[in-house]
């Protein structure tokens, strides 16, 4: 190569290096989740939600524990007499005024309606933590979701940087050509066309980025979101267990939609219970000490009066007609947990769809970085034999435009098909209930510290 060629590429080189540079201090995917697991507004109301729920349910106990209570009262008696025929004299007025304070507990004894309550409010905390769950998964992905957004949008930006510099390259190449007159207009009219395309294509792919960023700033709560490239050489992690009836399997066990319903079941029969409770008896025991006084006397003397002393007794209500309300709420429960076990059944079919389809994606995601990471190669090869061929002259310069367009289009692919496996890691585990923050530790291990993206320039020859 003379060595006027190889000085007016040495531009070229270092635009493509700056083009792909690692940030100053990228940020891993796990830092930012923490970040979004404080700031999120989504996921900080689901907490708030949790919290209430807890506080409900707690109030379901209170059906079985004592209540006690303190009445205290002031009474002013008046009363006329009038004397009845054959008896003694002692007509006129009496007044007098009548003092109380009480105290009184009463304990359920049976009460099977009040036990059902408290049963539903400990399946209602189990229920509020399964809705907890999986708001976490869901920001798991969300968080996940916009920082390899930022990464696919860096490496786009990027990549049509490097190729707007290698169009302006054969442009320039054209130009020299077209001066010297051993190529036509044509080839420096469809270089300058492409370069146009290009330009924009840039001033897409820069608005792109900012968006993406702002997004991801908006989720954790941070300026300046700076997600960490991957590392080269790229290893992807597989599924494992490496068996989609595993994960269907585990998935009937754990997933929190799944625990939420059954728990709902639950729920529903023990409504049954509390509405079959409406022909059934209760006892309650009591316990009291009260205190009167009448300082004026009573009715019947006018000397004051003070009595006081404790009470003890058990007390049965027994229904026994409630115009068919118990009939037609026994009714009604039984068609509502009717329902609820339906809605168990579709919640399984449908986790068992999902996460089918969501390792069969993950596989599919697999096979097609494989096929793109040859395709590229193949891209590069193609490149360069259209180069070769174009200074020779068994090429013309729009092939060597178009095939610089494919090598280029091949590496935007195959970035965004590595970040979709990564992400198609996590939504596997999302799909069957499994997926904790923990699971993002595998993903930093693939990012780049310090070192080299994954997304590399082509070569320039």
Known sequence: MPATRVTRLLPLAAALAAALALPAHGQSLLSLYEAARDYDATYQGARAQFDANLARAAQAKAGILPQVGVQAGVQRNQFDIDVISGAPPGSGERNFNTQSAAISATQPLYRPAAWAAYEQGKRQAEIAQTVLTTAEQDLIVRVSQGYFDVLAAQDTLALVRAQKAAVAEQLAFAQRNFEVGTSTITDSREAQARYDLVVAQEIAAENDLQVRRIALDQLVGRTGSAPTPLATPVVLPGPVPADMNAWVTQAEDVHPAIRQAQLGLDVAGLEVQKAQAG??????????????????????????TRASGPSIGVVLNMPLFAGFATENRIRETLSLEEQSRATLDATRRNVTQATRTAYLGLISGAGQVKALEAAEASSQSALDANRLGYQVGVRINIDVLNAQSQLFQTKRDLAVARYNVLLGNLKLRQANGTLTPTDLQPINAVLAQGGTPAVTPAPTR
């Open 279 to 304: 022909h059934k008896p209760t006892i309650d025991a009591q316990l009291g000490y009260s205190v009167t006084r009448s300082p004026q006397g009573n009715l019947t003397t006018t000397v004051g």
